[in-house]
């Protein structure tokens, strides 16, 4: 169980989840709709979908490598390295995940033709080894490493299907519908995946405001003190939902999809006021968790809408 805690199994998971819903509820009907079907496998899609996991997995035990300082302070009762797991364990399996992580990746950019996957592939487990040692400790720089991370999560499943696509039935099919709607709807969750991890690494931030300020990080609720943290994040989150509702009026086909009114104000504004509310009245770390948990909820029925938006092309 130490282990599954290490890698935040739950965190994978979700990240799982995103790719295949992304795939199977959204992409594969698009492409269907429009008369075309894929051409990933399914066994090398799981490929991809492992690749992620492995690097995201690798990512969060050198996160937890270098903040033992910071976790002893915030959270003495959940440090598992250097206590449970020793040290040089940790690191070992850091070292085992990414490199497994980047040779599925190096495969996955072979069978595509498309060498820029193998330097993304390459560049994540880097980007996310100076997340842990450096950037992490300077104002919104980690989190904006992080969030834009996270896009990329769903901008890959659609990437690769269609450099795929365009393998086998040339390069027009980028020129296509299918092509663009599909990037239309991968753009649209991509950037709703960046804002919610954005909010959420803050939220986080102030968690962990006492650790991160005793080892000499300058993240934002250190940087401009909590009010004007606070302030940041209200207007983050009515930013976003004012950017949904204005897309739902703005696009017919949004307003076409079945049952879309009532999730975006259940599924989406509800929860989203609930955040705020519970944020505005945060003042202990405890408190800040449980907000940090709810963002949580936020991005997960995102990743649930999907099953609706698919509707429209089915």
């Not at 592939?121 to 100076?130: E, F, G, K, M, R």
């Not at 804002?195 to 939220?203: A, F, H, P, V």
């Not at 929860?271 to 949580?296: E, G, M, N, Q």
Request: include cysteine; hydrophobic fraction near 55%.
């Amino acid at each position: 169980m130490a282990y599954l805690r290490l890698i935040r199994y739950k965190n994978l998971l979700i990240i799982a989840l995103l790719q295949f819903m992304l795939r199977y509820a959204l992409l594969i009907p698009i492409l269907e709709h429009y008369g075309l079907q894929p051409v990933l496998s399914d066994f090398r899609f799981i490929l991809l979908v492992v690749s992620t996991v492995l690097l995201a997995a690798s990512g969060y035990i050198i996160n937890d490598y270098f903040d033992i300082r910071i976790d002893r302070i915030n959270r003495p009762e959940k440090v598992l390295v250097g206590k449970v797991i020793k040290r040089r364990v940790a690191l070992f399996l850091h070292v085992v995940l990414s490199i497994t992580g980047i040779l599925i990746g190096f495969f996955l950019a072979y069978v595509a033709r498309k060498e820029v996957y193998a330097l993304i592939y390459l560049a994540v487990p880097i980007t996310l080894w100076y997340y842990s040692t450096t950037f992490k400790r300077h104002v919104l720089i980690g989190n904006l490493i992080i969030s834009m991370l996270t896009a990329l999560v769903a901008l890959l499943v659609v990437s690769i299907e269609f450099a795929m696509l365009s393998r086998v039935h040339g390069v027009q099919v980028l020129q296509t519908q299918a092509c663009s709607t599909a990037w239309f709807w991968a753009m649209g969750f991509a950037l709703f995946a960046f804002i919610t991890n954005l909010t959420r690494e803050i939220i986080k931030d102030a968690e962990d405001l006492k650790g991160d300020k005793a080892v000499g990080c300058r993240t934002l609720p250190i940087a401009l003190g909590m009010p004007l943290t606070k302030a940041f994040v209200f207007l983050m989150e009515l930013a976003s939902l004012f950017i949904l509702w204005i897309i739902y009026f703005l696009i017919p086909e949004i307003r076409e999809i079945p049952y879309v009114k009532v999730y975006f104000i259940v599924g989406f504004t509800l929860p989203h006021l609930i955040l705020l509310f519970l944020w505005y009245r945060a003042k202990t770390s405890k408190d800040y968790h449980w907000v940090s948990r709810i963002s949580k909820l936020v991005m997960l029925l995102g990743i649930m809408f999907l099953l609706l938006a698919g509707q429209y092309f089915a």
